[in-house]
């Protein structure tokens, strides 16, 4: 009932700039928080940037002061800037919504993934 659409990805020289979307639709009450993990092959899902409802932000380390999130509450959508991109970002990028349902139940919804390449 609830998608998350997730748009962006691709091939990116090292030092390049992508943007990552992600739009959430359906049946929702209330979203929470928002944000973006990544999974290289073999690696756990990692978190890369949330941010609540009310804007607040953290970022993993390896990203602070390269990667921007930010959120458009009235879409539902978030974005992820990725600057100065390096090989290591290289990953499958899953957007994710923090929700709270119609029963006040609390839920995570995930995004397909969209696979972020970082090579020349």
């Known amino acids: 009932q609830v998608q998350l659409v997730e748009s962006g990805g691709g091939l990116v020289q090292p030092g390049g700039s992508l943007r990552l979307s992600c739009a959430a639709s359906?049946?929702?009450?209330?979203?929470?928080?928002m944000g973006w993990y990544r999974q290289a092959p073999g690696k756990e899902r990692d978190l890369v940037a949330r941010?609540?409802?009310?804007?607040?932000?953290n970022y993993a380390d390896s990203v602070k002061g390269r990667f921007t999130i930010s959120r458009d509450n009235a879409k539902n959508t978030v974005y992820l800037q990725m600057n100065s991109l390096k090989p290591e970002d290289t990953a499958v990028y899953y957007c994710?919504?923090?929700?709270?349902?119609?029963?006040?139940?609390?839920?995570?919804?995930w995004g397909q993934g969209t696979q972020v390449t970082v090579s020349s």
């Open positions: 994710n919504a923090a929700t709270t349902g119609w029963a006040l139940e609390s839920y995570d919804y």
């Open positions: 359906g049946s929702i009450f209330r979203i929470n928080a």
């Open positions: 941010i609540t409802s009310g804007g607040t932000t």
